[in-house]
């Protein structure tokens, strides 16, 4: 639950630097993380020292179920001469650190990021006649950041999230989002680490999906060339009513062109999606595959968790050589350089660690496989296969019911456990498949349908006998109820 009030932000008098030497009183008043970013904010805004904010009644470290602990809100009057209309700008404040006192986020240091490193902002069209900003922002961005505190993924600039809703519950056809640096707000200093500011952008669905088979910045620069899109600052307007696509039919050349030459740079999804080890009976008492029925399913261990995450960011990499981190890599704390230590892997299940031992799990070579899919997940088979494979990538689904995850290799990814040899491999509840160009290229041809998915009835499945594969595309109910 929030309220709205006039923000009360400090006055430009420096704080003094926290710590023992620090009166508690002042420092309780004047928390340097904030002070700094409210510094970046009256840089832009000297004229508003105190907006109107959205501010969280039981603060996230006390128990309440808002993580940010304001969200303030400015008018700007945009740039006429560059085609910039005036607007409501948005600017959280927690998910960087705010106090520097572990209350929410560890301190690290001043030389890394400050909490996760980023703060959110919006940038809304200012209807016509409208005295005040509208609120419903606020809990767009309260929504995001639970995301980031409880998943512990962080954001980046060209970054989409489906949110598969208009983002202000109308009907509007703006229903998710795009990432992109703030173009006015400029990375901070603060006594706790480094801040930057995202902007989240609204689009519509063919605009997600056109990110997703290419890449976010393309699309976010194709949106910057349409005024009534977004233009140079990506304002979003809840009442446009076309895509860009339609505005100007010419950028989906861009786009296709782009596909091409680029491929995609989306390495992986978050996805409802299993796997069967065909090979042998299902009462195995050694099975390892997603779906057990009657029993306990195995987890991913820490070090699995771990290459699955450094899967997903290097497929981000687009200049350097697809990589899969070996699985006995040695990493202090098991984490990632730019994670501060008391971050939990986002991928790990709470208890998996304790599981299974991840040197009692052997990687075992299968000899067929059945793959299933919810319509959502399998729609970007193409895109995994096209944008991914053909460029020598790599590709994953991570499951969001468990602890499955499915990774698809092309024979130029280096560190895959799944080789020409034997392309299913498994580690646990992890598999492999690594596909040839060829094998990628008639897949493509039998799966053509995927990309229309409305056209046909579910479930719908798709066989390889000679390459024992088996892809099923079934209704999200077999996925929310295993043993349905």
């Known amino acids: ?45 000297p004229e508003q020292p105190n907006p109107l904010q959205v501010t969280a009644i039981v603060k996230y470290w006390l128990g309440g179920p808002d993580p940010l602990d304001y969200v303030s ?21 927690g998910l960087s650190d705010l106090y520097g006192d572990n209350r929410v986020h560890e301190f690290t240091g ?11 902002t919006f940038r809304l069209k200012r209807e016509t006649g409208e005295s005040a900003p509208p609120t419903w922002p606020a809990e767009l961005m309260q929504g995001l950041a639970r995301y980031v505190f409880q998943s512990e993924n962080t954001f980046c600039s060209g970054d989409h999230v489906s949110w598969h809703s208009p983002l202000d519950n109308s009907e509007s056809r703006i229903q998710h989002m795009l990432l992109t640096e703030d173009p006015q707000m ?19 669905t063919e605009e997600l999906h056109a990110a997703q088979q290419w890449n976010g910045q393309g699309i976010l620069e194709l949106l910057r060339t349409v005024p009534v899109a977004g233009g140079p600052w990506l304002i ?27 491929g995609s740079n989306l390495s992986g999804v978050s996805a409802k999606c299993a796997w069967d080890d065909l090979s042998r009976p299902p009462e195995d008492d050694d099975d390892s595959r997603s779906i057990c029925i009657g029993m306990q399913p195995r987890r991913l261990s820490g070090k699995d968790t771990e290459q699955i995450r450094e899967t997903l960011r290097r497929g981000l990499e687009i200049n350097s050589k697809p990589v899969l981190p070996p699985i006995n890599t040695q990493r202090q704390n098991g984490l990632n350089h730019d994670r501060a230590p008391s971050r939990k892997d986002s991928l790990e299940s709470e208890s998996s660690a304790a599981i299974i031992p991840h040197e009692l799990i ?20 193409p895109l995994c296969l096209r ?22 290799v092309s024979t130029g990814v280096e560190g895959a456990f799944a080789t020409e040899e034997h392309p299913y491999a498994a580690h646990g509840p992890w598999l492999q498949i690594l596909l040839t160009e060829e094998f990628v290229e ?43």
């Open 1 to 45: 639950m929030a309220e709205l009030r006039p923000s009360g932000a400090p006055g430009p008098v420096a704080p003094p630097a926290p710590g023992p030497a620090a009166p508690p009183a002042f420092a309780s008043l004047f928390p340097p993380g904030l002070h700094a970013i409210y510094g970046e904010c009256r840089r832009l805004y």
């Open 442 to 484: 008639r897949m493509l041809e039998d799966l053509e349908d995927l990309t229309s998915p409305e056209e046909f009835k579910l479930p719908k499945e798709y066989s390889w006998p000679e390459k024992k594969l088996k892809v099923s595309i079934l209704p999200d109910v077999v996925f929310d109820n295993p043993l349905h």
């Open 362 to 381: 052997r990687t075992r070579q299968l000899e067929s496989v059945h793959l299933k899919f919810n319509q959502e997940s399998g729609a970007l088979i």
């Open 110 to 120: 001043t030389d890394g990021p400050s909490g996760f490193g980023f703060e959110l």
């Open 73 to 93: 809100m400015y008018r700007n009057l945009g740039s006429p001469g560059a085609n910039v209309p005036e607007h409501w700008h948005y600017v959280s404040f």
């Open 186 to 204: 400029q990375p901070v200093q603060t006594p706790f680490g480094l801040v930057i500011f995202l902007q989240i952008v609204g689009v519509c």
């Open 387 to 408: 944008g991914r494979l053909l460029h020598g990538r790599h590709f994953t689904y991570k499951s969001i019911t468990g602890d499955t995850a499915i990774t698809f």
């Open 236 to 262: 979003t307007d809840m009442r446009r009513g076309e895509t860009i696509f339609e505005i100007d039919p010419h950028l989906q050349e861009r786009v296709d062109k782009g596909i091409e030459t680029d």
